[in-house]
């Protein structure tokens, strides 16, 4: 069965600190890699995708993500975060191109 | 463009009433879905459509049922509403999934 995992549901993080938000799926065939960014009483906002080609992605925020098949992994990183990066991060990933399959989400909170 | 709109956005149902939650997107994507979205168990998939005219189970279609009325338009339908569909739901659409959009979402509360 298919599978996303998210190892953390809770990052805590000190305000110009690093974080990593760790994403791992289960699947033996192509994906399609993303993670979104969920805001309070918001919908869910693409934040930076894999489809193809290299595996290092970037956001217009400073996010990056790498996407690594052999461990099957796609962790989202920021070098230096700021108090507006609070908010709930999914991981998600695309099998068969119809479906998307949802992490259960990390909740980083940015302590000034 | 709107995007993935959604309506409406709060509601209050008592148990056992019905109602319907629409869903429309201007974006010309094929496939629509709809998600139920509960403290600690992230997005679970209650129905998608892959092109207008097909429908399909999710994880957790128990208790709902969609109609894609058009490219354009997928509606959520409760028929008898239970507490525990109490939730946050959200509509998204995609095409050849290589990425979702979102909608603002409709918190429904069963009492």
């Known amino acids: 069965a298919q599978s996303v995992t998210q190892l953390d549901s809770q990052v805590p993080v000190f305000e110009e600190a690093p974080v990593e938000l760790r994403c791992n799926y289960s699947?033996?065939?192509?994906?399609?890699l993303f993670w979104y960014v969920q805001y309070p009483n918001q919908g869910l906002q693409l934040l930076l995708k894999y489809l193809s080609g290299s595996t290092l992605v970037e956001s217009i925020n400073g996010f990056e993500a790498e996407f690594n098949k052999s461990q099957t992994s796609f962790h989202l990183r920021k070098p230096s975060v700021h108090i507006s990066d609070t908010a709930e991060y999914f991981c998600?990933?695309?099998?068969?191109?119809?479906?998307?399959?949802f992490g259960t989400g990390t909740s980083l909170t940015v302590i000034p | 463009n709107a995007g993935v709109t959604q309506t409406p956005k709060f509601q209050v149902l008592k148990t056992g009433q019905s109602m319907t939650l629409q869903c429309a997107q201007d974006?010309?994507?094929?496939?629509m879905y709809w998600y139920r979205q509960d403290p600690g168990m992230g997005l679970r998939l209650i129905y998608y459509?892959?092109?207008?005219?097909?429908?399909d189970k999710g994880e957790v279609p128990n208790g709902y049922n969609v109609s894609r009325l058009n490219k354009r338009e997928f509606s959520l339908r409760l028929e008898s509403a239970a507490p525990s569909q109490t939730s946050v739901y959200f509509c998204?659409?995609?095409?050849?999934?290589?990425?979702?959009?979102f909608g603002p979402g409709t918190r429904l509360t069963v009492t």
């Open positions: 459509s892959a092109s207008e005219g097909t429908t």
């Open positions: 974006m010309n994507h094929n496939s």
């Open positions: 998204a659409s995609s095409e050849h999934g290589y990425e979702q959009y």
């Open positions: 998600a990933v695309s099998f068969t191109g119809n479906q998307f399959y």
């Open positions: 699947s033996s065939v192509s994906v399609y």
